[in-house]
Nanobody, 124 residues
Framework: QVQLVESGGGLVQAGGSLRLSCAAS????????MGWFRQAPGKEREFVAA????????YYAEAVKGRFTISRDNAKNTVYLQMNSLKPEDTAVYYC?????????????????WGQGTQVAVSS
């Protein structure tokens, strides 16, 4: 049983920055990959970024590559998503996800645990 709690969402102007945090609690895995996904109204949930247990491997969606950075602090059971140069197209509910196993994954079906989501809104 793992609970994921996200924080850091909010409203920001285009070009601004936000840092999302996702803290895991409960019976965390000895090793687990984590990822961020987002979903806009009427759209399918889409991959944003993922990170391996070691932090040595990261994946990014093309839409965010070069602007977003995923990182983790395993001692704190926390994963971060630093979002820079935000665009209105980044507006969505952002979800943190975790799965057993050390590898990073890019598909939502690979994840067993999900946070409740945090709203990110980017205005023009």
């Amino acid at each position: 049983q793992v609970q994921l709690v996200e924080s850091g969402g909010g409203l920001v102007q285009a070009g601004g920055s936000l840092r999302l945090s996702c803290a895991a609690s409960g019976r965390t895995f000895s090793s687990y990959g984590m990822g961020w996904f987002r979903q806009a109204p009427g759209k399918e949930r889409e991959f944003v970024a993922a990170i391996s247990w070691s932090g040595g491997t990261t994946y990014y969606a093309e839409a965010v590559k070069g602007r977003f950075t995923i990182s983790r602090d395993n001692a704190k059971n926390t994963v971060y998503l630093q979002m820079n140069s935000l665009k209105p197209e980044d507006t969505a509910v952002y979800y943190c996800a975790a799965r057993r196993g050390p590898l990073a994954h890019m598909t939502s079906a690979a994840y067993e645990y999900w946070g409740q989501g945090t709203q990110v809104a980017v205005s023009s």
